[in-house]
Structure formats: structure tokens, C-alpha cells
């Protein structure tokens, strides 16, 4: 699994490192549909308390998506067992494609046990190529949880490639609204195909999210 670590925005030029996928599932898609999933994974503690994840991924696998985006995931926590939680998810699903980005990392021994470095952040899943990828900090007020966009190139075939932004919108409108400005910017770096997916924390006809999608329910159109 490729790793962009935030916040030092270290760019991926080359293909990330394939994971080893469990069987041989194909796509499940035809090149006229592609199936895309967002889900905030909460580092896999249910509603009942209990840290499972064998439960996302069964919700994974029930699903079957081509592309998915995981938010508040854990990578070597205590909370969550010390697991590798993108690593894991991706080969449970079959899919050989993991980028992942740190929006939090901790050293403490509490969190991190002896020596260790605990990480928490978004991940992307791919059955599909992922030529690139990259780490944008997203604004955020003093004290708040720092954020950041995933962007990631896919492949689905040779010269139709899909830009991917992934994201975990703040928890208060105001940060909301100044990211939405950096995700607009975002958007307009690309001129074909774009799909932008993430935890929003914001109902569809809040004014960040209109702002997002120019009061029509869909993105922007790309540049001229």
C-alpha cells in the first residue's frame, strides 16, 4: 500500500506498489458503469461500542464497489487493536490498489505503544490502476482536527482515466465553507472525467454544500 503522508504533501509520481489480493474478483463494472462507495468506517467500532473489522468488511464485500473511500481509519492505534485497517480492507475485499493519507499521526505510548506511530486517516481502494496521487491540506481553525483531500488518478482503461477526490469535511460550517473553496480549486485542475466523494458532516442544501454544487446538484462543469 502507497502511504501520502500529510502534512508534508509528498507528491506520487509513479504507480503505488500493488497489495496481494485474496481471489481473482473481476471489476464489476462494464466500462459504462463504475461502481463508487464512500463510507466513514469510524475506525470500525459499531454502534455497540465493539472495534469489528470483520463487520466493514462484510459491508465491503456485500457492496462490491470498483472504487472506495474510507474515512477515520486506523493504522496501528490501541483503540483499534493495533491493526493496519487499510492494509487489512483491502485484502479482504480483493482489490490490489491502496493509497492512504495520515491526517493524524501519534507517537505516544498510550496510542501508539512502546516505540510505535499510530496513523488515522482517509484511504482509497482500487480494483483499477492508480497512476497517481496526492495530499492537499484543507483549512481548518485553531484546535480543530486537521483535514486533507486524497486525489487519486484511476485508470478503468487505456485513455479514460478518472480523477478521484476523497474527503472528510470539519466538524463547524465556517471551516466547511473555506474548504469547499479549496476542493472547488481542486475540481477545475482537471478537465474530463472527476467524481468527488467523502463524509461532508453537512446536509445536501447547507450553504457549503450548494456552493459546492452551484445550486444544481452536481459539480461544476470542467473548464472550457
Known amino acids: 500500500m502507497r502511504r501520502v503522508v500529510w502534512p508534508e504533501q509528498r507528491s506520487l509520481s509513479?504507480?503505488?506498489r500493488a497489495l496481494p489480493a485474496l481471489g481473482s474478483l473481476a471489476p464489476s463494472?462494464?466500462?459504462q458503469t463504475i461502481r463508487f462507495m464512500s463510507y466513514n468506517i469510524h475506525h470500525a467500532q459499531g454502534i455497540d461500542g465493539e472495534v469489528d473489522l470483520n463487520?466493514?468488511?462484510a459491508v465491503l464485500n456485500a457492496a462490491r464497489p470498483d472504487v472506495v473511500l474510507l474515512t477515520e481509519v486506523d493504522t496501528f492505534w490501541r483503540r483499534s487493536g493495533f491493526?493496519?485497517?487499510a492494509r487489512m480492507l483491502a485484502q479482504a475485499l480483493?482489490?490490489?490498489y491502496a493509497i492512504a493519507v495520515d491526517t493524524l499521526v501519534r507517537r505516544n505510548p498510550y496510542d501508539a505503544g512502546w516505540g510505535g506511530v499510530a496513523r488515522y486517516g482517509l484511504a482509497l481502494l482500487s480494483r483499477y490502476p492508480v497512476t497517481a496521487a496526492r495530499a492537499t491540506p484543507l483549512p481548518v481553525s485553531l484546535g480543530q482536527e486537521p483535514r486533507a483531500a486524497l486525489t487519486a488518478d484511476i485508470q478503468f482503461r487505456e485513455g479514460v482515466d478518472v480523477r478521484v477526490i476523497g474527503v472528510h469535511l470539519g466538524?463547524?460550517?465556517?471551516?466547511?465553507?473555506?474548504?469547499?473553496?479549496?476542493?472547488l480549486s481542486l475540481t477545475r485542475e482537471w478537465d474530463s472525467h472527476r467524481v468527488l466523494m467523502g463524509d461532508f458532516?453537512?446536509?445536501?442544501?447547507s450553504p457549503e454544500l450548494q456552493l459546492l454544487l452551484?445550486?444544481?446538484?452536481?459539480?461544476?462543469?470542467?473548464p472550457e
Do not use: K, M
Request: hydrophobic content about 30%; aromatic content about 0%; charged content about 25%.
Open 14 to 16: 509513479e504507480t503505488p
Open 29 to 31: 463494472s462494464s466500462l
Open 55 to 57: 463487520r466493514i468488511a
Open 83 to 85: 491493526q493496519d485497517q
Open 94 to 96: 480483493g482489490v490490489p
Open 171 to 183: 466538524l463547524s460550517q465556517e471551516d466547511r465553507l473555506e474548504q469547499v473553496d479549496t476542493l
Open 201 to 205: 458532516n453537512a446536509v445536501l442544501d
Open 214 to 222: 452551484g445550486g444544481a446538484n452536481e459539480l461544476p462543469p470542467p
